[in-house]
């Protein structure tokens, strides 16, 4: 549509293509008086991402992977009613749809590499230790009279 607010960048240079996005409109609930029940500003948006070539062919495998529960044949769906408006909600789901792109698409965190306890840490523990099981010790070896 003309007007949108410019392409929805996903991360760097990859954007939504306008044309593989598919919008539908419907009656929204909630406020608006009589408004309401003459406009369609309830907004869905569907991407086929199992078919898209906006896509690097490795971030489409992992979006594939990380959104497979919310994903219907392939394509994604994004629903916007909060505002009285559609062109709100227009840019309300667009915006929705590149922010979860992005963190579907996100190279997965680098694996934790396990440090070793310093050798001094250890033995002041185990120094530490010993000294308390020694006070401990000589309060019950005593003989109360």
């Not at 003309?2 to 954007?15: A, F, L, N």
């Amino acid at each position: 549509m003309d007007g949108m607010s410019g392409p929805h960048v996903i991360r760097g240079s990859v954007s939504l293509p306008e044309a593989e996005l598919v919008w539908r409109f419907s009656r929204s609930s909630g406020p608006g008086g009589q408004h309401v029940n003459t406009t369609d500003t309830a907004v869905e948006l569907r991407f086929d991402l199992a078919r898209t070539e906006a896509l690097p062919e490795v971030w489409k495998r992992r979006a594939l992977e990380r959104l497979a529960s919310r994903l219907t044949d392939g394509v994604v769906t994004v629903r916007a009613s909060e505002h009285r408006s559609q062109w709100r909600n227009r840019e309300a789901a667009a915006v929705r749809l590149a922010a979860l792109l992005a963190e579907a698409t996100a190279p997965p965190p680098r694996p934790r590499r396990p440090t070793r306890i310093p050798r001094g840490i250890n033995e002041r523990r185990l120094r530490e230790k010993k000294q308390r099981s020694e006070t401990k010790r000589g309060r019950s070896a005593r003989e109360w009279d």
